[in-house]
């Protein structure tokens, strides 16, 4: 009688202890992720641009994840040469002004204003902190070809981001 009441309280201490170890393991709050990586992915991009001359640059977010109230910034800063970049819709960027992103897929637009070299960052940043860099580098277009026409940037010259050839 006395080892059946001795064997009866070993075992509600042990299910006691492992309920305690199981609810002490657990909280209120929902784990949800917030944050996914993503990455600016181009279309190859000519490395030669003249004075006057525009080039097209077709982006794309690639997002590894989602979270509907996630929401994209874009802005640039140009360290050498002059240019204007705008956007597909027609919103010219000022430079380290940040612009909303609202489609995942978009193109800018780079005109050139000058004969020099040219070099630009172009940033895109998530609400949650995350950024994207794109480096953008042009030199000027001045040569002609054998046909008379502009001339054609060498494969070192273009510049290929996202591993998409």
Not at 35 to 44: H, I, R, S, V
Request: glycine content about 8%; aromatic content about 10%.
């Amino acid at each position: 009688m006395m080892r059946k009441k001795f064997f009866n309280m070993i075992w509600v201490m042990g299910v006691l202890t492992l309920a305690g170890f199981c609810l002490s393991a657990c909280d209120n709050e929902l784990d949800i992720q917030t944050a996914y990586p993503f990455k600016l992915e181009t279309m190859p991009i000519p490395g030669r641009v003249a004075k006057g001359q525009t080039v097209e640059i077709r982006c794309m977010l690639v997002r590894q994840g989602r979270f509907a109230d996630t929401r994209y910034s874009i802005r640039y800063f140009q360290y050498d040469g002059a240019g204007v970049l705008r956007m597909d819709d027609g919103t010219v960027f000022r430079p380290n002004d940040r612009y909303a992103l609202k489609r995942e897929v978009f193109r800018l637009y780079y005109t050139s204003a000058t004969t020099d070299a040219q070099k630009l960052t172009v940033t895109v940043e998530s609400s949650d902190g995350q950024a994207q860099e794109l480096e953008l580098s042009f030199n000027n277009d001045t040569k002609k070809d054998e046909s008379g026409g502009q001339g054609t940037s060498s494969k070192e010259d273009e510049r290929h981001f996202g591993g998409r050839r």
